[in-house]
């Protein structure tokens, strides 16, 4: 990894971090108009949007694992049109 990816990196993630603490503060300012009784707790969105990624990643993964293909299903020189 190159110095120069490095602190790019570093920038996005420092970006990240104030975007979500904003984010947050925010979220406390403004009145809340829930719909359901724990939509309204305070730093609802950002969990349940952590969560949801999470699950998204551990869903996808699982499925990889029924859709893999070998690593030559391309290169298979087996028959087939050419």
Known sequence: MSKENNTDTKKAWISFIIVLVVSLLLETIMTPHPYF???????FYAIF???????IVLVS???GI???RKEDYY???SGGNK
């Open 66 to 68: 029924f859709l893999k």
């Open 49 to 55: 949007g952590f969560i949801s990624c999470v699950l």
């Open 37 to 43: 009784e724990f939509d309204g707790f305070p730093g």
């Open 61 to 63: 993964k699982f499925l």
């Open 75 to 77: 290169n298979d020189d």
